[in-house]
C-alpha cells in the first residue's frame, strides 16, 4: 500500500480506558517521503505531536508527546496499521505504549476525515 498522509485529518473513534483521546481529539498529518508527523489536540489533548517513518511492511513507528488538560507531559510509542476503507479514506489501528507514568499499553483506532465529517 502506497500510503499518503500528507494534508489528512483523523478522529479518535476508539481507545483503551487508559488512553487520552477521544473522539474530540483531531490529527493533522503531513508526509515527506517515508517521514510523517502530526499535531493533534481536543478532547482533553492541549497540544501533541507525533512523529514517525513508514517501514518497508506499510506500518507506521512513531513517537508522540503531548500536554493534557492537567497539564502533564505525556510521551509514547506507536506502531499504526493502517487499512484502506472502501471509500478510499484511512483508517489507522493504533497499538501503543506510554513511555510515562505506568509504562502501560494500549489500543486505538483513527479514522480520516473530510471537510464534510466536520
Known amino acids: 500500500m502506497n500510503l499518503q498522509f500528507d494534508g489528512k485529518t483523523f478522529r479518535s473513534t476508539s481507545?483503551?480506558?487508559?488512553?487520552?483521546?477521544?473522539?474530540?481529539?483531531?490529527f493533522?498529518?503531513?508526509?515527506?517521503?517515508d517521514i510523517v508527523w502530526?499535531?493533534?489536540?481536543g478532547g482533553g489533548i492541549r497540544q501533541g505531536h507525533l512523529l514517525g517513518v513508514i517501514r518497508e511492511?506499510?506500518?507506521?513507528?512513531?513517537?508522540?508527546?503531548?500536554?493534557?488538560?492537567a497539564g502533564e507531559l505525556m510521551t509514547g510509542i506507536c506502531k499504526t496499521v493502517p487499512e484502506l476503507l472502501p471509500?478510499?479514506?484511512?483508517?489507522?489501528?493504533?497499538s501503543w505504549q506510554w513511555t510515562c507514568r505506568d509504562h502501560s499499553a494500549g489500543q486505538s483506532v483513527v479514522e480520516e476525515i473530510g471537510m464534510e465529517d466536520d
Not at 15 to 26: I, M, P, R
Not at 28 to 33: H, S, T
Not at 57 to 69: C, F, K, S
Open 15 to 26: 481507545s483503551t480506558s487508559n488512553g487520552e483521546v477521544n473522539e474530540a481529539t483531531l
Open 28 to 33: 493533522r498529518y503531513w508526509q515527506n517521503g
Open 38 to 41: 502530526a499535531e493533534y489536540d
Open 57 to 69: 511492511d506499510g506500518t507506521l513507528d512513531a513517537r508522540y508527546h503531548h500536554v493534557n488538560e
Open 87 to 94: 471509500s478510499g479514506k484511512l483508517r489507522l489501528h493504533e
